[in-house]
């Protein structure tokens, strides 16, 4: 669906549902997430990486995934802007957290090949401190949970927003 600016929307819902699956309280109390705006972040990136990481699966899905990524910026930027960064700052701002959901798309499909998301977590998502083991677990298995939730997911139900 295309809106007035020929902008595609298709990504809105599923991106809606990984924002909203990110602000789930057990990311910050069982797993500790630290409830700040650099913690945020690092929820929203670390769901959306995984969502991402589905829908590289499947050739058909790059569309949704471009959209889905599209209204990342979107938000990033509008976030940006309502905290008060001025426009000569914003773009290099927003280049700056695509680099990190970049990289952290690539640590975590990296660890999910290598059979643990624990170094990864610990570097991206507590950026360098994680809290304890026990937190470090819960994230791991909340997000290994989400893999194979989304796994069996078919795209469809992806592009309504649906978020197993």
Do not use: C
Request: proline share 5%.
């Amino acid at each position: 669906m295309r809106l007035l600016g020929g902008r595609d929307e298709a990504g809105l819902p599923l991106y809606q549902a990984v924002v909203a699956a990110a602000r789930a309280p057990h990311w910050y109390l069982e797993g500790r997430v630290p409830d700040t705006t650099d913690g945020r972040f690092d929820a929203i990136a670390a769901v959306l990486s995984t969502v991402l990481l589905r829908l590289e699966t499947d050739p058909a899905a790059a569309p949704l995934s471009a959209s889905v990524t599209e209204r990342f910026v979107d938000d990033m930027d509008a976030q940006l802007r309502q905290g008060g960064i001025g426009d000569i700052v914003v773009g290099k701002r927003i280049g700056r957290l695509m680099a990190m959901l970049g990289g952290r798309l690539g640590a975590y499909r990296d660890g999910v090949a290598a059979g643990t998301l624990d170094q990864a977590l610990a570097r991206n998502l507590y950026r360098g401190s994680p809290p304890d083991a026990a937190a470090v677990a819960h994230v791991r298995d909340a997000l290994l949970a989400l893999r194979d939730r989304l796994a069996a997911t078919p795209l469809a139900r992806l592009e309504e927003g649906v978020l197993p």
